[in-house]
C-alpha cells in the first residue's frame, strides 16, 4: 500500500527516515554493482514520489525548496537511489505545466498509487545534447509510431512508465508517456559508469512502439513563454550534488573521530584533537554548509517565481540554480577527495569503499556544464542579460 504524504513536514520527515535505511547498505551496494530494486519499493510506498502532485488531485504540492532538500537528505545516503527519480519529478512536472485534464486525472492517479516514470530523453553520436532524432510519426490506424535509441536513460530499468522525448515531422519536440513493457521497446542494462554505478542508466530501443494520442505531451510549448522547467529540473541535480558533498563530509568526520591516527607532531592523542585536522574539517564544513544555503535559497527562488511567473522571476530563479549548482558541483568533488586526506593511508582500504564519493561526484557533475553557467550568470548580474529558455538552466 503506497503511503500519501500530507504536507511539506511530513515529506522532510519520510525521507530523513528513508535515508538513514539506505545509508547502511550504500557502500556495499555500490561496490557490488547491485540494483537498488528493495530500495525504490520502499521509496515509492514511503509516497515521496507523489510530492509534487497538485493537491487538486489528492497530492501534498510541496514547495520547490522541500523537494531539493528531500533530495539532497537522500543523497547524502546514497546518490544512486536519489538520481533514479530525478526524471521521475520532471516528468510529473511536465504534466503538470502542458498536460491535459485527462492526462493529469489519469497519470497523478498513477504517482499515487506508487507508480514511477522514466525517462528516455539523451541521445548519443548526435551533434549535441539537445540534438534528438527519436522520432514521433503518424501511424496508419491513429496515434503515433516512436523509433529511436536512447541512452543514460536513468530510471527506465525500473519504471512503469517511460517518458519519452521524440519530435514530430515538422521538428517540434514532444513527450510520449510509454508503458514500460510496450511492444519494441527494449531496456538494455548497460551503463558501466565508474560512478554512481547503480542508476541503471542504460539505454532504451524503440522499434516502432504504438503510442495513442492521449499519452502524448507537446513538451515544445513549455518553451515559448516564462518557464521554470530547466530551473526545477536543475535544482534536483544540484540537491544531488550537494547531497553527496554533505554525505562525503559527514562520513569523513566520522572516521577522523573513530578510526584515523593522529600525526604524530602533533603531540595529540586522537586524530579528532590534530589542529591541521580541526582546521581542515573546519575550511571543508564552511563549504558544505556554503552549498546547502545556496541550494536553499534557489529552492526559495523557483517557488517565489511559481507564485508569480514573469520573464524576471523565471530568470532570477534560473540563476539563483546556475549558481547553487556551479558552486556545488567543485565542492563535492573536493570532498570526495578530501575524506582521504583527513581518514590518512587506511581511509584507502579497498573494503570501505570511500572511494564511492569522489566517483560518485566526478560522474554526476558532468551532468551540464558548470563553466557555461558561470557565463549565464555573469551575463546576468553585468548586462541584465535573461538567461535562455532551453531547459537546461
Known amino acids: 500500500m503506497t503511503h500519501v504524504i500530507a504536507d511539506d513536514a511530513e515529506a522532510l520527515a519520510v525521507a530523513r527516515e528513508l535515508a538513514a535505511e539506505l545509508a547502511v547498505d550504500a557502500a556495499a551496494r555500490d561496490a557490488e554493482r547491485r540494483l537498488p530494486g528493495p530500495e525504490l519499493d520502499r521509496l515509492s510506498a514511503s509516497g515521496l514520489l507523489a510530492i509534487t502532485v497538485p493537491d487538486s488531485h489528492g497530492g501534498a504540492d510541496v514547495s520547490a525548496r522541500t523537494v531539493a532538500e528531500v533530495f539532497r537528505l537522500l543523497a547524502a545516503a546514497d546518490p544512486n537511489v536519489a538520481q533514479i527519480p530525478q526524471s521521475h519529478f520532471v516528468y510529473v512536472n511536465v504534466l503538470r505545466q502542458r498536460g491535459t485534464p485527462e492526462q493529469r486525472k489519469f497519470f497523478f492517479g498513477e504517482v499515487l498509487d506508487g507508480r514511477r516514470f522514466g525517462n528516455a530523453q539523451s541521445e548519443a553520436g548526435t551533434k549535441h545534447v539537445q540534438d534528438y532524432r527519436t522520432s514521433l510519426a503518424p501511424a496508419p490506424g491513429g496515434g503515433f509510431l516512436l523509433n529511436g535509441t536512447k541512452h543514460y536513460s536513468t530510471g527506465a530499468l525500473f519504471a512503469d512508465w517511460i517518458p519519452v522525448l521524440a519530435r514530430r515531422e515538422d521538428q517540434t519536440l514532444h513527450v510520449a508517456y510509454v508503458p514500460r513493457d510496450a511492444p519494441g521497446l527494449t531496456v538494455v542494462d548497460d551503463w558501466a559508469g565508474m560512478g554512481q554505478r547503480t542508476t541503471a542508466s542504460g539505454t532504451v530501443l524503440l522499434e516502432d512502439v504504438a503510442v495513442p494520442e492521449w499519452r502524448v505531451v507537446p513538451h515544445h510549448l513549455t518553451f515559448q513563454g516564462p518557464q521554470l522547467h530547466g530551473a526545477f529540473a536543475q535544482l534536483l541535480h544540484a540537491a544531488i550534488d550537494v547531497g553527496i558533498a554533505s554525505g562525503a563530509l559527514a562520513e569523513a568526520l566520522e572516521f ?7 600525526w604524530f607532531e602533533s603531540g595529540q592523542e586522537r586524530a579528532a584533537d590534530d589542529p591541521l585536522v580541526i582546521q581542515r ?11 546547502e544555503a545556496l541550494l536553499d535559497a534557489a529552492g526559495a527562488a523557483v517557488d517565489a517565481a511559481r507564485a508569480d511567473l514573469t520573464e524576471d522571476s523565471a530568470a532570477a530563479a534560473s540563476i539563483a540554480v546556475a549558481t547553487a549548482k556551479a558552486f556545488a558541483d567543485p565542492v563535492a568533488v573536493e570532498l570526495g577527495g578530501a575524506i582521504f586526506e583527513l581518514g590518512g593511508t587506511r581511509s ?3 573494503g570501505l569503499n570511500l572511494n564511492r564519493h569522489w566517483r560518485n561526484a566526478r560522474t554526476h557533475t558532468l551532468h551540464d556544464p ?13 548586462n541584465g542579460q535573461l538567461p535562455p529558455r532551453h531547459g537546461l538552466l
Open 370 to 382: 558548470a563553466r557555461w553557467k558561470i557565463q549565464h550568470i555573469g551575463r546576468y548580474v553585468l
Open 256 to 262: 577522523v573521530r573513530t578510526k584515523a591516527r593522529p
Open 348 to 350: 584507502s582500504l579497498e
Open 281 to 291: 574539517a573546519g575550511e571543508l564544513a564552511v563549504k558544505v554548509r556554503a552549498a
